[in-house]
T-cell receptor
Framework: DQQVKQNSPSLSVQEGRISILNCDYTNSMFDYFLWYKKYPAEGPTFLISISSIKDKNEDGRFTVFLNKSAKHLSLHIVPSQPGDSAVYFCAASVDNYGQNFVFGPGTRLSVLP | EAGVVQSPRYKIIEKKQPVAFWCNPISGHNTLYWYLQNLGQGPELLIRYENEEAVDDSQLPKDRFSAERLKGVDSTLKIQPAELGDSAVYLC?????????????FGPGTRLTVT
């Protein structure tokens, strides 16, 4: 049973528009969440994180929203750029120091020029 | 600063053969992870080391998989014997350690194909 779900395997967005990637989780003990981006033939790279004590975290074009009651988080990319085309993984942790993360299956984002 | 280094990048072996993967984490990172990533899935933790101690190996199939991190730096993951279902990407990651950053830094992975 997947504890972290990303129900959209793929998403296509026009350059300059907003990309919204969604993530749902089942374990209410998760208290820290990360988003990773992965290009082909490379390892995942950290993008942005959010603690359960917050409902929003922003870093440049990237914003993560957390809705604890719905066990849902989303990543917004505004404006989307062709270089954002990659697979995005949502990850969640219950450890105090976030040492063990559970990853979702990923969403492939394609930003069309 | 050099990132996480993994070798080989690609490996093709026949089933029942042994295989080993090597990882050199970022200098000073105490925590090292080995993940398995199947096609279309996210990384799944196999084992986590704090320095040279394996603190979580609950997901490591110990009948055929083994790992070591001698001297708390480099690590090796071994499969013996390999099975067809072991075909996947094996990722190594490191992080500064408990009480520090949550962020894990991943290597490029080793793509294993078992024929």
């Amino acid at each position: 049973d997947q504890q972290v779900k990303q129900n959209s395997p793929s998403l296509s967005v026009q350059e300059g528009r907003i990309s919204i990637l969604n993530c749902d989780y089942t374990n209410s003990m998760f208290d820290y969440f990360l988003w990773y981006k992965k290009y082909p033939a490379e390892g995942p790279t950290f993008l942005i994180s959010i603690s359960s004590i917050k409902d929003k975290n922003e870093d440049g074009r990237f914003t993560v929203f957390l809705n604890k009651s719905a066990k849902h988080l989303s990543l917004h990319i505004v404006p989307s750029q062709p270089g954002d085309s990659a697979v995005y993984f949502c990850a969640a942790s219950v450890d105090n120091y976030g040492q063990n993360f559970v990853f979702g299956p990923g969403t492939r984002l394609s930003v069309l020029p | 600063e050099a990132g996480v280094v993994q070798s080989p990048r690609y490996k093709i072996i026949e089933k029942k053969q042994p295989v080993a993967f090597w990882c050199n984490p970022i200098s000073g990172h105490n925590t090292l992870y080995w993940y398995l990533q199947n096609l279309g899935q996210g990384p799944e933790l196999l084992i986590r080391y704090e320095n040279e101690e394996a603190v979580d190996d609950s997901q490591l199939p110990k009948d055929r998989f083994s790992a070591e991190r001698l001297k708390g730096v480099d690590s090796t993951l071994k499969i013996q014997p390999a099975e067809l279902g072991d075909s996947a990407v094996y990722l190594c990651a490191s992080s500064p350690g408990q009480g520090a950053s949550y962020e894990q830094y991943f290597g490029p992975g080793t793509r294993l194909t078992v024929t």
